[in-house]
T-cell receptor
Framework: TQLLEQSPQFLSIQEGENLTVYCNSSSVFSSLQWYRQEPGEGPVLLVTVVTGGEVKKLKRLTFQFGDARKDSSLHITAAQPGDTGLYLCAGAGRADSNYQLIWGAGTKLIIKP | KAGVTQTPRYLIKTRGQQVTLSCSPISGHRSVSWYQQTPGQGLQFLFEYFSETQRNKGNFPGRFSGRQYSNSRSEMNVSTLELGDSALYLC??????????????FGSGTQLSVL
């Protein structure tokens, strides 16, 4: 069974600080997606990383896919209150010959003004 | 383009009852997936439908079922509700081009409370 462990589960920091969220697995994924979910809404896709070692930037957010495509990180620089939300990672893999998304449990991020 | 629409937004049921949730995908999307979300558990995959056929299924009991209509709209049914079924149920659609980095578009979910 493929698992995706996400850490930390909860993070509360002051505006302007930096932070990193991690997704780790012992399995190889063909791609990995990061989503952000706000209260009362469904998750919204932020980025998809496909190639081992790939780095993608979205304004103050930097996403990295591990060289072996087993792990990924999300780094936020100078966090803003608008970054508050639940961050979810999802790895694309094969299970029983079917393509599936394996989800991390999420990181609840609170940025205090 | 309208987004994914889920109805109802909120639902309160009692144990033993059954419930049907509805999802209208983005126009042109043929794949619809259903997820259960509970605090601390992340998203648990229920099933996926493509062109009216269940293509993929998660590890949920047979009380959870679904279907997809020819217009790609999908419904999810839970019979004999249990307290543990209380959760946010999310529907996601995709255009399903067959590549592994397919983008999912989620609805706002149906918050089900079982009393």
């Amino acid at each position: 069974t493929q698992l995706l462990e996400q850490s930390p589960q909860f993070l509360s920091i002051q505006e302007g600080e930096n932070l990193t969220v991690y997704c780790n697995s012992s399995s190889v994924f063909s791609s990995l997606q990061w989503y952000r979910q706000e209260p009362g809404e469904g998750p919204v896709l932020l980025v998809t990383v496909v190639t081992g070692g790939e780095v993608k930037k979205l304004k103050r957010l930097t996403f990295q896919f591990g060289d072996a495509r087993k792990d990924s990180s999300l780094h936020i620089t100078a966090a803003q209150p608008g970054d508050t939300g639940l961050y979810l990672c999802a790895g694309a893999g094969r299970a029983d010959s079917n393509y599936q998304l394996i989800w991390g449990a999420g990181t609840k991020l609170i940025i205090k003004p | 383009k309208a987004g994914v629409t889920q109805t109802p937004r909120y639902l309160i049921k009692t144990r033993g009852q059954q419930v049907t949730l509805s999802c209208s995908p983005i126009s042109g999307h043929r794949s619809v997936s259903w997820y259960q979300q509970t605090p601390g558990q992340g998203l648990q995959f229920l099933f996926e439908y493509f062109s009216e056929t269940q293509r993929n299924k998660g590890n949920f009991p047979g009380r959870f079922s679904g279907r997809q209509y020819s217009n790609s709209r999908s419904e999810m049914n839970v019979s004999t509700l249990e307290l543990g079924d209380s959760a946010l149920y999310l529907c996601a659609s995709s255009s399903d081009t067959g590549i592994s980095n397919e983008k999912l578009f989620f609805g706002s979910g149906t918050q089900l409370s079982v009393l």
